[in-house]
């Protein structure tokens, strides 16, 4: 059984640039949430996603953008990079946006 | 607003001898706490949940947390650490919301 993965692994962009990270969730869960965990620190809440829409969306600007798809799998989009965006991240899926979230081994995103 | 505390950014203990690592969280209504911990390089890992029902809650690897409501507390023990439980460890917090806050982490050093 799958777990959750990610994907790219690592990623190097320059200020002002797009980015898209990818992610497949854990077989039989429904629900995708994102994370940005800066060095040193713990993760913080990005979105969920659920059925396709975000349900609920954590302190983060709106250049942080995501998408669900009907397979479950979802995006997440960096519009216009900043090298705070320099970070670990992850994403979690879980069957409902109750229950424990289960975390891919995450997406290094480097902005120079 | 919710959020979570963890007091001790390290942790060091001698192998055999009883781990705590120390969570302290504040939430609006009922509180539902997870233990995570994180591998090098790696995504993070489900340890055990409080969702409601008995304040001792047991979970993988052999590891328990306690909750304490009057406290506010929900502290992770090992009756006997183990030098593969070296890691960083992560307390979290969810309201009633979708929302899961972490703490900053705490890591762990068992030495042989």
């Known amino acids: 059984d799958a777990g959750v993965t990610q994907s790219p692994t690592h990623l190097i962009k320059t200020r002002g640039q797009q980015v898209t990270l990818r992610c497949s969730p854990k077989s039989g869960h429904d629900t995708v949430s994102w994370y940005q965990q800066a060095l040193g620190q713990g993760p913080q809440f990005i979105f969920q996603y659920y059925e396709e829409e975000e349900r609920q969306r954590g302190n983060f600007p709106d250049r942080f953008s995501g998408h669900q798809f009907p397979n479950y799998s979802s995006e997440l989009n960096v519009n216009a990079l900043l090298l705070g965006d320099s970070a670990l991240y992850l994403c979690a899926s879980s069957l409902g946006g109750f229950n424990e979230q289960f975390f891919g081994p995450g997406t290094r995103l480097t902005v120079l | 607003a919710q959020s979570v505390a963890q007091p001790e950014d390290q942790v060091n203990v001698a192998e055999g001898n009883p781990l705590t690592v120390k969570c302290t969280y504040s939430?609006?209504?009922?509180?539902?706490l997870f233990w995570y911990v994180q591998y090098p390089n790696r995504g993070l890992q489900f340890l055990l949940k409080y969702i409601t029902g008995d304040n001792l809650v047991k979970g993988s690897y052999g590891f328990e947390a306690e909750f304490n409501k009057s406290q506010t507390s929900f502290h992770l023990k090992k009756p006997s650490a183990l030098v593969s439980d070296s890691a960083l460890y992560f307390c979290?917090?969810?309201?009633?919301?979708?929302?899961?806050?972490f703490g900053a982490g705490t890591t762990v050093t068992v030495r042989a």
């Open positions: 979290a917090v969810r309201g009633n919301d979708y929302k899961l806050s």
């Open positions: 939430v609006s209504g009922n509180p539902y």
